[in-house]
C-alpha cells in the first residue's frame, strides 16, 4: 500500500473541495481498500466521507426515492419502501456479496466499484484499465467471466455490481455534487461507459465528483419484478449472467418491460430494441426467443465465456416466462 | 522410562476394558473457547520486542534466471532494512516429510510467483510497499506450462503395474467402460496464510511458525540454514488449517531466519492471501483414463488406471491417483501407469488425502457409467466386487466394513427411491438426482513419542510435539489419557505443537490421532504398570475410574500411590510387520441428493449421507467434524474448486477467496454422518484408523452421480461448472 494522506470531510462541500486529481474518495471501503493494499490503485489522498449525512432514504416530492450515496445495501435492501415499491432492487442487493461485505458497502460505492478481471487485480499483468497501453491481459487469457457485449479490443471487463443493474432497469438518476459545488443529475444510462479505447475511465464523472444520492422515479404500478442471477456457487459469487426485469402486462399482451443485464457488458447493459421487441406482444416463447435474438445480436466470446451467450438467451427466457406466467413450449 | 511398541501384530482391545468411559464420548475441545474468543494466539500474532516484518517477493516470470535485484529502487523508502535474496532461499516448500531442505536458491526462477527475495521494513505495510515496488531483472527462458504438452514427462517405476491382459479382458467382455476423467488443480487456501516469526538467541533459532510435522519441520528448517537441528525450536500450538499446505517448511520461514539473523532483531514474515496461492502447495491436475470390464454378473474382469499429472523439475512427489484404486475393487486383469509432466507450475504436493481425493473422483464415477451398462444398481455392483485377498499382492485386508457402509447408508438415505433412469424428477425448475460412491483412504501408521505425566493431585499431562491443525489433537489425546488413567477428561492437559517435547508424527496422511495416541496409549500403559505394582496388582487387574485404582480386593485413591511424587512416562510406537501383512484402510459410502437448473446448468447440494467405518472412534463429534468437513471438499471439488492458469505464461490466475470457489454455507446442505462400529486389530493398539482424510475421498464422486441422475449430463471434467452442464441440457 502506497502511503496516501487521509482526510476526513464533515460537509460535501469540504469533501469535494480536498478531493482533486490523485484523490479518492472513501466510503466502505470493500473495494477500494482491497485495490489500494495490491497497488492497483494507488490514491496520494483518501477523502473520508462516511461523516457527511447522506444516509437517509426519503420519498421525493414526486413519489420516487431519494437513496444518499452512504446508504449501506444491508439498509437499502431491508427498507420497507424499496421492498414493496421496487423488489428488484432489492433483491439484486441482497444477491450481491456477503452479509458482512453489504454492512459496508454503501450505495455510492457499489456502483464506482471496479471490474473483478483477474488481470486488472495482478499487478504483474498488461491491463489497459489499471496501466493505459499495456494491453490486454485477459483477451487470449482465461477469460471466463468476461463480456460478450459491448466490449472492445483494448478491454473485455464488466461491470460486477448487482445493485447498479436492478437501478438500470429502474431508470434510476444519480446526483453529483462537483468540485465547483454545482449539483447535478445523470440517469444511471450514462453514468458507466463502454470501454472503447480509454477502458481507465469508467464513467463519465469527473475527479472529485461526489455522488450524493441515487433518485428513484415513482415506483410503476402492477408490475412483475425479479432479480435472477446466475452464478458459480450459491452466494458470495459476482453474476456469471444477472437479469432485472420489470414487467407490466396489459391484458394478455406485454404492456411494458425494462430488462437490464449483469455480467455481460462493461456496464449495466440495456436494450432498447429488446424491450421494443417484446411490447406490445402477447408472450410466447417464439417471442422471447427473439427478443433473445435481438439482445444476443453482436455478442461475441472470448473462449472462456462462450457460454455465456447460450446462458444470457436462457436466463432471459427463464425471467420472461415467469413475469408473463407462460408455460414453456411442449 | 519408555514402553515401547512395534506394530508386528495385531494388538489386544485394551481399550474395550477400561473403566472411565469417556473415550469415544462427543467431548468439546478443551482449546475451543479459545479459538473462538481470538484469545488462542496463531503464528503471527505474537507481537515480540523490536520486531521488523518482511514481505516476500514474487518473480514476475515462470522460468529463468533473477540476473539484477535493484536495492537501491527501494532501499531508501521509508522504514525499509533490508533487501535479502539468499541462496538458502528455498524455492519451494518442502514435502511432506521430506526431513532436509527442498531445491534451493533464489536466482533461478521456476515458476511465477516464486519468492526471490524478501524485503524488510519497521511495519508490514512498509515491507510490502517496498517489495511491490522492488525492481528486479529477469533472463527469460521458455517455459513449459501446460502439462498436456511438457517437453519432458516421466514415468516412475513404482506408479506403474501391468497384470495379465487388460486389452484382451476389455474386448472379451459384455460390458465395459473406457472414459476418461479429467480433475484441475486445486489449492488447500486454509484460513490462516502462512507466517513464521524468526527470533534468534545466539546460535538458537526459535521459529513461531504454522507447521504440521514439528519433527520434520525442524530438520528441515536446520539444513535449509546450514545449523544444527539442536539449535532450531519450533513452535506451532495453534494452526488455522493446513491440509497439507504446512507439511514441509515453507519459504517464509527460511527467509524470516536469514533476515532475523543478518538484522539481530526477531523477523516475521506473513503471506498474502495471493502469495499463498502461488507459493504453497497445489495439488496436481490430473488426466485419468479409467478402463473397467464386467462379465454378466457384474463382476470386473479388468481395471486400468492411467492418469498424467504433473510437478517441478526436481521434486520427487507425484499425486498417488490411484492409491485406493490398488486395493478396492477386485479384476484379474489391471493395468495402472502414470506420467509426471514437468511443468514451470507451482510445486505440487500433499493437499487432503493425496491420491484418493482425486483418484476416486474419476475411477467412482466411472463405476457408476459401468453399472449403467451393466444395467446394475451402482451399489451392488460395488458389493459384488469387493475382493476377498487384495487383488495385486493378495495379502489379507484388517478390518474392512464397506459393504456394510453401503448397506447403512443405502437405507438411511432413501437409495430405494431413486430411479435408475436419469431425469426422472422434476420440482419447477429444478431436476433432482441421486448418487453415491464408495470412500475409502489408505491407513497409515507414523513412528510416534509421547510422554505422559501423573500427579498426586489427581491431574495428567501429555505431551508431544504432535499438532493440532483444526482437526482436535488436544481433545482426543486428553480424552485418551483420561480413559487409561481413570481420570475426567478435565483433569487431564495436553500439550503440543513445540520441538522440545517428545517427536510425534505430525499431522498428515489422517495418521496423526492413531500414531500420537498410540504414543500417549503406551506411556499410560506404562504407568497403568508402575500403578498396579504399588497397589500390589497385575496390570491386568487393575481398574481406575474417576482417581481411585482398584485391584483384587485393594482400593486406593491415586494420590495414596503417588506418595513418592508424580509418575513420568514416554510411550514410542514404531509401525511394523503388520502395514505389510494387511491391507489397510478406513472405508465408508457417500450418498449425494442434487437438484439440477434446467435453466442455467447451476446445481445446488440438498442433502449428503455418509457412513463411515475407521476403527475405534475416540471422540465422536471431532471424528464428524472431519468428516463433514471432507465432504465439503467434496462438492467444492465437484462443484466449484479450480485454480485457472493463464495459457500463455502458466501465471495463477484466480489467486484470491473471491475468485477460487470453495463452498460456502449456502452451498452446503445439511450433511449427515454416522459411524458403524469397528476396531482394527492390526492398525494401532488402540484400534482406531485414519479420519481426517476419509470424508473427502469419493464424494465429490457422488454428487457428479447425482447430476447425472438428475438431469442426464455426465461430466467428466470435473468440477462440473454450470457451463459443462448446461452444454448437456436440451434448448429451453
Ligand atoms: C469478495 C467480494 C464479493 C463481492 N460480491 C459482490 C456481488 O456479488 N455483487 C455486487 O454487486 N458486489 C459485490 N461486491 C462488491 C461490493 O458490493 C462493493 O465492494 C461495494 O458495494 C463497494 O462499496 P463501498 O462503499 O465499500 O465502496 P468503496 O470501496 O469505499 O469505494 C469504491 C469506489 O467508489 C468511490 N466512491 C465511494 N463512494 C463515493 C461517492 N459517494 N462519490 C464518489 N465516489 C465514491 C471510491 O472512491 C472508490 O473508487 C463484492 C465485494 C467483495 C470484496
Ligand atoms: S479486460 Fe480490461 S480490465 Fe481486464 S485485463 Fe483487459 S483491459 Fe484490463
Redesign the pocket.
Known amino acids: 500500500m502506497r502511503p496516501f494522506d487521509y482526510i476526513r470531510a464533515d460537509a460535501p462541500a469540504t469533501a469535494t473541495k480536498e478531493a482533486g486529481a490523485g484523490a479518492?474518495?472513501?466510503?466502505?471501503?470493500?473495494?477500494?481498500?482491497?485495490?489500494m493494499k495490491l497497488e492497483v490503485?494507488t490514491?496520494e489522498r483518501?477523502?473520508d466521507?462516511t461523516r457527511?449525512d447522506?444516509r437517509d432514504v426519503e420519498r421525493t416530492p414526486e413519489g420516487g426515492l431519494k437513496i444518499g450515496?452512504?446508504v449501506?445495501?444491508s439498509d437499502l435492501a431491508a427498507h420497507p419502501d424499496v421492498r414493496r415499491d421496487y423488489p428488484v432492487l432489492s433483491r439484486?442487493?441482497l444477491?450481491?456479496?456477503?452479509g458482512q461485505?453489504?454492512n459496508?458497502?454503501?450505495?455510492?460505492?457499489?456502483?464506482?466499484?471496479?471490474t473483478?478481471c483477474y488481470y486488472f487485480y495482478d499487478p504483474a499483468q498488461p491491463c489497459n484499465k489499471r496501466d493505459p497501453g499495456s494491453g490486454c491481459g485477459a483477451i487470449g487469457g482465461f477469460n471466463r467471466i468476461h463480456a460478450i457485449l459491448g466490449a472492445s479490443e483494448h478491454c473485455i471487463a464488466t461491470h460486477?455490481?448487482?445493485?447498479?443493474?436492478a437501478m438500470r432497469a429502474l431508470d434510476a438518476e444519480i446526483e453529483?455534487e462537483g468540485a465547483d459545488g454545482a449539483g447535478r443529475r445523470i440517469p444511471i444510462a450514462d453514468l458507466h461507459r463502454l470501454p472503447s479505447d480509454t477502458p481507465q475511465d469508467e464513467t463519465t464523472?469527473a475527479p472529485g465528483?461526489?455522488?450524493?444520492a441515487v433518485i428513484l422515479p415513482p415506483p410503476a404500478k402492477n408490475t412483475f419484478q425479479a432479480y435472477r442471477?446466475v452464478?458459480d456457487r450459491a452466494s458470495?459469487?459476482?453474476?456469471l449472467v444477472s437479469v432485472a426485469c420489470v414487467l407490466r402486462m396489459d391484458g394478455d399482451r406485454i404492456g411494458g418491460v425494462a430488462l437490464a443485464f449483469?455480467g455481460l457488458a462493461h456496464k449495466p447493459w440495456r436494450d432498447p430494441e429488446v424491450e421494443a421487441t417484446l411490447t406490445g406482444e402477447s408472450p410466447s416463447d417464439d417471442l422471447f426467443d427473439k427478443a433473445a435474438d435481438t439482445l444476443l445480436r453482436e455478442a461475441q466470446g472470448q473462449g472462456g465465456n462462450d457460454f455465456k451467450i447460450p446462458l444470457a438467451r436462457r436466463t432471459l427466457k427463464a425471467v420472461l416466462r415467469e413475469a408473463t406466467q407462460t408455460e414453456a413450449a411442449a | 522410562m519408555t514402553t515401547y511398541l512395534k506394530m508386528d501384530a495385531p494388538q489386544p482391545r485394551h481399550l474395550d476394558e477400561t473403566a472411565q468411559g469417556v473415550l469415544g464420548a462427543p467431548q468439546d475441545r478443551p482449546e475451543g473457547p479459545l479459538k473462538v474468543s481470538g484469545r488462542a494466539v496463531y503464528a503471527a500474532e505474537h507481537e515480540l520486542d523490536n520486531m521488523a516484518d518482511g514481505f516476500l517477493v514474487r518473480a514476475t516470470i515462470s522460468k529463468g534466471r533473477v540476473v539484477r535485484i535493484d536495492e537501491a529502487s527501494v532501499k531508501a523508502m521509508p522504514g525499509v532494512l533490508a533487501v535479502i535474496s539468499d541462496e538458502r532461499f528455498l524455492r519451494n516448500p518442502a514435502q511432506g516429510g521430506a526431513g532436509a531442505a527442498p531445491v534451493q536458491g533464489a536466482a533461478e526462477v521456476a515458476y511465477f510467483g516464486q519468492p526471490i527475495a524478501v524485503v524488510v521494513a519497521e511495519t508490514f505495510e512498509q515491507a510490502r510497499h517496498a517489495a511491490r515496488s522492488l525492481k528486479v531483472e529477469y533472463a527469460v527462458e521458455e517455459a513449459d506450462v501446460d502439462p498436456e504438452t511438457a517437453s519432458k514427462v516421466d514415468t516412475p517405476d513404482r506408479r506403474q503395474l501391468d497384470q495379465g491382459d487388460i486389452a484382451a479382458a476389455m474386448g472379451d467382455a459384455p460390458h465395459a467402460v473406457d472414459v476418461t476423467y479429467t480433475t484441475p488443480v486445486q489449492s488447500s487456501a486454509p484460513m490462516e496464510p502462512h507466517a513464521s516469526i524468526a527470533e534468534w538467541d545466539g546460535d538458537r533459532l526459535i521459529l513461531r511458525g504454522s507447521y504440521q510435522m514439528l519433527k520434520f519441520n525442524r530438520a528441515e528448517l536446520a539444513d535449509s540454514l546450514g545449523i544444527s537441528a539442536q539449535n532450531v525450536r519450533i513452535l506451532s500450538p495453534y494452526v488455522g488449517g493446513g491440509f497439507g499446505s504446512k507439511l514441509g517448511i515453507a519459504p517464509e520461514a527460511v527467509a524470516a531466519s536469514i533476515a532475523a539473523q543478518e538484522l539481530g532483531r526477531p523477523v516475521r514474515v506473513v503471506m498474502a492471501r495471493q502469495q499463498v496461492f502461488e507459493g504453497t502447495m497445489r495439488r496436481s491436475e490430473t488426466r485419468q483414463r479409467i478402463r473397467l470390464a464386467a462379465d454378466t454378473e457384474g463382476r470386473l474382469t479388468a481395471l486400468g488406471q492411467e492418469d498424467r499429472v504433473s510437478n517441478l523439475v526436481g521434486e520427487s512427489f507425484s499425486e498417488p491417483t490411484a492409491q485406493a484404486t490398488h486395493f478396492l475393487y477386485g479384476g484379474e486383469n489391471r493395468r495402472f501407469k502414470q506420467e509426471v509432466a514437468r511443468v514451470n507450475r507451482t510445486c505440487a504436493g500433499s493437499v487432503r488425502a493425496p491420491g484418493e481425493a482425486v483418484g476416486m473422483l474419476a475411477l467412482e464415477c466411472a463405476m457408476d457409467e459401468l453399472a449403467e451398462a451393466a444395467g446394475l444398481d451402482p451399489i451392488e455392483l460395488r458389493k459384488r466386487n469387493i475382493p476377498d485377498l487384495h487383488p495385486e499382492s493378495g495379502i489379507q485386508y484388517s478390518a474392512r466394513s464397506l459393504a456394510a457402509c453401503l448397506d447403512e447408508g443405502a437405507r438411511r438415505f432413501g437409495w430405494s427411491e431413486r430411479s435408475p433412469e436419469p431425469g426422472q424428477r422434476r420440482e419447477g425448475e429444478w431436476l433432482i438426482g441421486l448418487g453415491m460412491a464408495t470412500a475409502a483412504r489408505a491407513n497409515v501408521l507414523s513412528e510416534a513419542q509421547a510422554r505422559v505425566t501423573l500427579h498426586p493431585d489427581g491431574t495428567a499431562l501429555v505431551e508431544t510435539d504432535m499438532t493440532d491443525i483444526g482437526t482436535g489433537t488436544y481433545a482426543v489425546l486428553r480424552q485418551l489419557v483420561a480413559e487409561m488413567l481413570g481420570l475426567p477428561s478435565e483433569k487431564v492437559e495436553a500439550r503440543l505443537g513445540d520441538t522440545d517435547l517428545p517427536p510425534g508424527p505430525g499431522s498428515g496422511g489422517s495418521w496423526g490421532a492413531s500414531s500420537s495416541g498410540s504414543a500417549a496409549f503406551l506411556a499410560c500403559r506404562g504407568i497403568r504398570q508402575m500403578l498396579a505394582t504399588k497397589l500390589g496388582c497385575t496390570a491386568d487387574e487393575l481398574r481406575l475410574q474417576d482417581g481411585t485404582a482398584t485391584g483384587g480386593n485393594l482400593r486406593a485413591p491415586l494420590a495414596d500411590l503417588l506418595t513418592d511424587g508424580p509418575m513420568v512416562e514416554e510411550g514410542h510406537l514404531v509401525p511394523g510387520t503388520t502395514a505389510k501383512e494387511f491391507s489397510q484402510a478406513s472405508y465408508g459410502a457417500h450418498f449425494a441428493e442434487v437438484a439440477v437448473n434446467a435453466t442455467t446448468g447451476e446445481t445446488r447440494v440438498r442433502r449428503m449421507l455418509g457412513v463411515f467405518a475407521a476403527g475405534r472412534i475416540l471422540n465422536e463429534k471431532t471424528a464428524r467434524s472431519q468428516c463433514q468437513g471432507g465432504m465439503v471438499w467434496g462438492i467444492g471439488a465437484a462443484l466449484t474448486e479450480e485454480i485457472a492458469h493463464d495459457p500463455r505464461d502458466g501465471h495463477i490466475v484466480n489467486r484470491?477467496?473471491?475468485e477460487y470457489h470453495v463452498p460456502v454455507n449456502l452451498d452446503v446442505p445439511q450433511i449427515e454422518v454416522a459411524f458403524l462400529d469397528e476396531r482394527d486389530d492390526a492398525a494401532c493398539p488402540i484400534q482406531s484408523k485414519g479420519i481426517g482424510e476419509l470424508g473427502i475421498s469419493g464424494a465429490g464422486a457422488a454428487v457428479v452421480n447425482a447430476i447425472y441422475n438428475a438431469c442426464g449430463v455426465r461430466v467428466r471434467e470435473y468440477p462440473a461448472t454450470l457451463d459443462k452442464v448446461l452444454a448437456g441440457l436440451p434448448a429451453l
Open positions: 479518492r474518495y472513501i466510503a466502505g471501503g470493500t473495494n477500494l481498500l482491497d485495490l490503485m490514491p483518501l477523502v466521507i457527511l447522506l450515496a452512504l449501506t445495501n439484486a442487493l444477491s450481491g456479496a456477503t461485505l453489504r459496508k458497502a454503501t450505495a455510492g460505492g457499489n456502483l464506482l466499484q471496479r473483478r460486477p455490481s448487482d445493485m447498479a443493474v453529483v464523472l465528483d461526489l455522488i450524493t442471477k452464478r458470495y459469487a459476482f453474476a449483469g | 484470491d477467496l473471491a
